[in-house]
């Protein structure tokens, strides 16, 4: 790929473009967005333990939502226009420090404050983001409406939410409807931006940008499973009723891993309308792998008394994660499969995932042993 010397000039890339993979620019991007990430599933685990559930989970999907919503602007923008000019080094390094701001306010979202640090935080990523089509609108005749439409809404989207964080107290009962209103308002603009043409958005990259996104996301279980096998004051041994759970826990992860990344292929077509599903349907696969990682927290914290919950609160804060994502996997990927049988197992899973947790006895023992098994059907019929 050829570099440009212009300031704020980015051509577009070629979307048949062979062997393209992440940069390392892309990768330090992630880790920034799930430093953000880690404190929404934090904030939620510290709300389902002070028995706050419900507010607690409001908080935690908004929260997700907005660093969600930066971290696939800058992706699928990188995928058609990343030219790797010092211009474009520098405008994402100027949005990873707002995506870091934005991880510094989240406890203001859980503690139902004026959301002030992330608010400017998320203003910075968001101004990146509309020079980086401004840039686009240059170098690109063929997409100069398509960009064009993208920075003004975003601008436009910008402009709403810093009317609702001044105008509006977060303990008001108008707080979330308007945040919904601005979410759909958010989902609309790729879809109006693009409705026309289309950027030349690189396929197997954004599959690799996304899986490697869930792989980070997930790595919350890992946080969790760490704190479990954690030797306590003077202990020669882990506590071996924390280290059953440690045991459980890593076969879920690496299940939720393995039922993601199998023959079966991601983003089928490329039509506007599949590409949109897919990528939204990614919001709540990759924030239930984060909550799943929290769930464990709450887990680990009831078993040790901390937790001002019963035990079955701390399953459910396993089990409903684990069944949003199976769900989710579903509907981005599995709902178009080819095989009759495979299309509806992961939703299937999901909804047993769901009875276990709510009743059966030895939950997460079952639960694990069934993902287990659902990893190796589904792979087996992968492959038939």
Not at 48 to 76: D, K, P, R
Not at 90 to 100: E, K, N, P, Q, R
Request: net charge neutral; with cysteine; glycine share 8%.
């Amino acid at each position: 790929m050829k570099k440009n010397s212009s300031f704020f000039y980015f051509p577009p890339r070629d979307s048949t473009e062979t062997h393209r993979g992440a940069t390392p620019l892309e990768l330090m991007f992630d880790l920034a967005a799930v430093i953000a990430i880690a404190a929404a599933a934090h904030g939620l685990a510290h709300a389902i333990e002070a028995a706050h559930a419900a507010q607690g989970i409001i908080s935690f999907v908004c929260s997700f939502f907005m660093i969600g919503l930066a971290w696939m602007n800058y992706t699928w923008f990188a995928s058609a226009y990343d030219d790797d000019s010092a211009t474009f080094r520098i405008l994402t390094m100027v949005i990873m420090f707002g995506a870091l701001m934005l991880a510094a306010g989240i406890g203001a979202v859980f503690e139902h404050q004026r959301i002030w640090l992330a608010l400017f935080g998320f203003i910075i990523m968001r101004l990146g983001m509309a020079a980086f089509w401004l840039g686009a609108a240059r170098a690109d005749p063929k997409h100069r409406k398509t960009a064009l439409r993208y920075a003004s809404g975003i601008a436009a989207m910008q402009l709403y939410w810093i009317g609702i964080v001044v105008l509006v107290a977060p303990t008001s009962a108008a707080y979330l409807p308007l945040f919904l209103i601005g979410a759909a308002g958010e989902l609309a603009v790729p879809a109006i931006a693009e409705r026309q043409r289309t950027t030349t958005w690189h396929r197997h990259h954004m599959i690799e940008r996304y899986g490697l996104l869930n792989i980070i996301v997930l790595g919350e279980t890992f946080i969790a499973i760490t704190a479990m096998i954690q030797l306590e004051d003077e202990a020669a041994l882990p506590n071996l009723e924390y280290l059953w759970l440690a045991s459980l826990s890593a076969i879920i992860a690496f299940s939720l891993w393995g039922v993601y990344f199998t023959a079966d292929g991601h983003l089928r077509s490329d039509a506007l309308r599949h590409a949109l599903l897919w990528a939204y349907g990614h919001f709540a696969l990759f924030a239930a792998g984060a909550a799943t990682g929290a769930g464990m927290l709450v887990m680990l914290n009831t078993l040790g008394q901390s937790a001002q919950i019963d035990t079955q609160v701390g399953i459910l804060a396993i089990a409903v994660p684990i069944a949003i994502y199976l769900a989710a996997l579903w509907l981005i990927r599995d709902r178009v499969h080819p095989n009759g049988t495979g299309r509806w197992l992961l939703l299937f899973v999901a909804g047993l995932v769901l009875l276990l947790g709510l009743a059966a006895p030895m939950a997460l023992e079952l639960i694990a042993l069934l993902l287990v098994a659902t990893v190796l059907v589904h792979r087996k019929l992968s492959c038939a």
